[in-house]
């Protein structure tokens, strides 16, 4: 399988990066490179192979349903470029 | 010894326990060198001087006491995935400019807890994604080793003082530096660099696809990336979740057991942590392999590969069959297939992890007409080319109608290369033996590799193995190539078999001997 410039311009969106048109045409080439050398993997049988969900046989790990953390609204905020009164901000999304 | 940085972690430990020397001593050493060498080889992003001189005044009051932990007074250096409290933690991305967050990663607050001292953040490719260290938004960091050309220098006749020698000619081989600056490999480049070129005693490093050994072998410094579960992974800047390890590169084996007895440890903030005590690595040192069996894979021979690797190859089987290994031909037929399932599986795990990349929550914002212009804007200003690469691929093989056809199908490929390294274990291998790299490090801004991201992802082709399959694999330093260039070994274990990987690697070690670079910088 390969892409063209429309894929990738679609890819972008989805993956919330803009490109220019001189961005996309480079991508779509190295795309397909990575694409190409990827195909590979279907020359592999892998009937009646399970596809792996956890890489170390392990349970699940669940902690209490309890508190145990919290009370840190200026912590989170701490690191964000635009902040009042512990709330994110982002532009007008509303009208 | 007058340069305090020229010790080992163990040789270092000792003399600070003996009270013959300082931590502050030290530590200041390490800065020193630190200041002289970082404008050259770039290995540090952030050096904490004043919170390295405040650790080290601390650890001086405790083993003034006697009340040292294991690795009391002992400075290292930490990669910049880790999340370090109050300190530069950017994973060397643009997206993360500015951040310092309000935690510590469980790793690094192992190490502090046992007395390590913080010298700095260390380069590193952006998010880990690069195999040369060239893809940090701080630069590449250079190689403290260089080509060089053994020559054969005719020595004068001298006379030296009284009594002295008296030399009668004759001659002597030298090796001259070629000037041509070098990768430290990737993604841990500034670990390797930093280890290597005496800029701290050790230093921790993540994994994901080889991000460990490759830059160990790179560099003759030891590296290992142990069992999936076996290092927390909190507090790690995430890229691919199910393949990210922590893990130490270190000068010598016994101070890479030392650094990761401490790193590791059951965590319950990571629930991929496995609820195993963590063993002491320092105790397998020494213990004779005789009777071990010891796999060789034939798939690990591929085309264009060197031969001075293979010979490196056949040099390790040697001396593990003098100290009384059994060597035992093995087949992993699915090896090569782990390269490109690792980069459908990397990417796609990669473009989910680095979604939180906003331009809300933390680092740079670009500002945008919209909420959604401002997210495109500021992930295109802040993620570099290979990252976007990534990215773009992972998402897309997630994508409606190709879920299937790629990820699903690298999923049920990693299977069967977890099967293929199972049998071989049932069959009784002990550990597996192959070369950590298919060559020796390469310049900066290689052209080919410029050119076609498939031929820097190669680099990975004997280490990404073993992430895909969760197992331990150590990075030992075998010898130098006709260049004078460090080669490396790699060591295949058990899961949670890190006892055997030291084992052996020892063997090795003692064999090989350890190598510094010529010191140029």
């Known amino acids: ?54 890489v170390t046989p392990m349970e699940m790990k669940k902690r209490q349903d309890v508190v145990t953390d919290g009370n840190k609204a200026a912590d989170i905020v701490a690191n964000a470029p635009a902040t009042e009164e512990n709330f994110f901000l982002v532009p007008k999304v509303v009208e | 010894m007058s340069d305090l940085t020229q010790l080992t ?58 009340e040292g932990g294991s690795l009391e007074g002992i400075p290292l250096g930490i990669k910049d995935l880790f999340g370090t409290e109050g300190v530069h933690t950017q994973a060397c991305s643009h997206v993360l400019d ?47 080793w260089r080509r060089s050309r053994l020559d ?10 009284d009594g002295g020698f008296v030399s009668a000619g004759g001659t002597k081989t030298a090796r001259t530096l070629d000037n041509a600056q070098l990768v430290p490999g990737g993604s841990s480049g500034g670990s390797a660099t930093a280890v290597s070129a005496f800029l701290c005693a050790g230093a921790t490093a993540t994994d994901t696809g080889g991000s460990i050994r490759q830059p ?62 963590v063993p002491d690595y320092e105790a397998a040192i020494g213990k004779p392999i005789k009777g071990m069996k010891v796999g060789i894979p034939k798939e690990y021979r591929v085309d264009g ?81 290979e990252v976007k690469r990534r990215i773009m691929i992972g998402t897309y093989v997630l ?49 080919d590799m410029a050119a076609d991201p498939v031929k820097m992802y190669l680099n990975d082709i004997f280490t990404v193995t073993v992430n895909m399959a969760g197992l331990p694999g150590i990075a030992v330093p075998a010898g ?3 260049k004078g260039l460090p080669l490396g070994l790699q060591l295949i274990g058990r899961p949670f078999d890190e006892e055997t990987l030291f084992q052996t690697a020892a063997v090795i070690e003692q064999a090989a001997g350890t190598f510094q670079p010529q010191k140029w910088w």
Request: charged share 25%; proline share 4%; hydrophobic share 45%.
């Open chain 2, 305 to 385: 590969m060197p031969e001075e690797i293979e010979a490196l190859w056949q040099k390790g089987i040697a001396w593990l069959k003098d100290a009384g290994a059994e060597i035992v031909d093995i087949s992993l037929p699915h090896t090569k297939y782990a390269l490109p399932a690792y980069y459908i599986v990397a990417p796609a795990e990669a473009s989910s992890n680095l979604a939180r990349y906003d331009g809300v929550r933390y680092g740079l914002r670009v500002p945008g007409k919209d909420i959604v212009d401002m997210y495109e804007k500021t992930r295109a200003a802040g993620f570099g080319r």
């Open chain 2, 9 to 66: 972690i163990s040789q270092a430990r000792a003399r600070l326990r003996g009270k013959e020397i300082t931590a502050t001593e030290i530590t200041e050493a390490y800065l020193a060198a630190i200041d002289r060498a970082n404008p050259v080889l770039n290995a540090y992003v952030a050096v904490t001087g004043d919170k390295a001189r405040d650790m080290a005044k601390a650890s001086d009051a405790r083993l003034v006491k006697g």
């Open chain 2, 480 to 482: 130098l190539d006709a």
């Open chain 2, 152 to 161: 054969t220098v005719v020595m004068p006749t001298t006379h030296q003082g």
């Open chain 2, 399 to 447: 994508s409606a109608g190709y879920y299937d056809a790629y990820y699903l199908q690298a999923q049920k490929v990693r299977n069967l290369i977890k099967r293929d390294f199972e049998n071989v274990f049932a069959a009784g291998v002990d550990v597996i033996l192959t070369a950590a790299t298919p060559s020796a490090a390469f310049g900066i801004a290689d052209e």
């Open chain 2, 98 to 144: 500015g951040f310092k967050p309000r935690y510590e990663s469980t790793v690094t607050a192992n190490l502090w807890a046992d007395g390590a001292i913080m010298l700095g953040k260390l380069n590193m490719d952006e998010f880990a994604m690069g195999s040369s260290n060239e893809t940090s938004y701080y630069g590449p960091v250079i190689n403290p």
């Open chain 2, 216 to 277: 160990a072998a790179f560099t003759g410094t030891v590296g290992i990336k142990p069992t999936y579960g076996r290092c927390s992974r909190w507090g790690i800047v995430a890229f691919a979740s199910s393949l990210d390890q922590a893990g130490p590169i270190a000068r010598d084996v016994r101070d890479a057991a030392i650094l990761l007895k401490s790193m590791a440890s059951v965590d319950a903030k990571d629930t991929t942590s496995v609820d195993r005590p």
């Open chain 1, 1 to 54: 399988m390969s892409v063209d410039l429309q894929t990738v311009k679609r890819v972008a969106r989805l993956a919330r990066i803009a490109v220019s048109e001189e961005d996309a045409e480079r991508m779509t080439g190295e795309l397909n490179a990575i694409l190409g050398f990827v195909e590979q993997l279907n020359e592999v049988d892998v009937s009646g192979v399970e596809p792996m969900t956890s």
